[in-house]
């Protein structure tokens, strides 16, 4: 679930691009500026630093070996609740 909510919230990133001018050559070569499209640098750079943090995350969690915490729904009471919340 952790990857696919880092998936949506990175996925808008590819659509955030600078137009470059470019040239193109064409077969009988003549060439034509034309303006192409890359990631922005700056959100580029920030990305690569995102992805490494979100990966030592997951080796992180993925250490865990004994069950070190949990959580429990406060809708659903155990037959040893005595009606108090904590």
């Known amino acids: 679930m952790w990857k696919r909510e880092m998936e ?11 137009l470059i001018p470019s040239w193109q050559t064409f077969p009988d070569g003549s060439k034509l ?10 959100l580029f750079i920030n990305l690569l630093a995102l992805r490494k ?7 992180v969690l993925e ?4 069950i070190e915490f949990w959580y429990v729904d406060q809708g659903i009471a155990g ?3 005595d009606g108090s919340t904590s």
């Open 33 to 42: 500026e034309v303006m192409s499209y890359s990631p922005r640098s700056d």
């Open 79 to 81: 037959p040893e609740a």
């Open 53 to 59: 943090l979100d990966n030592m995350l997951l080796d």
């Open 8 to 18: 949506w919230l990175l996925c808008v990133s590819d659509h955030i691009v600078e």
């Open 63 to 66: 250490s865990f070996t004994n």
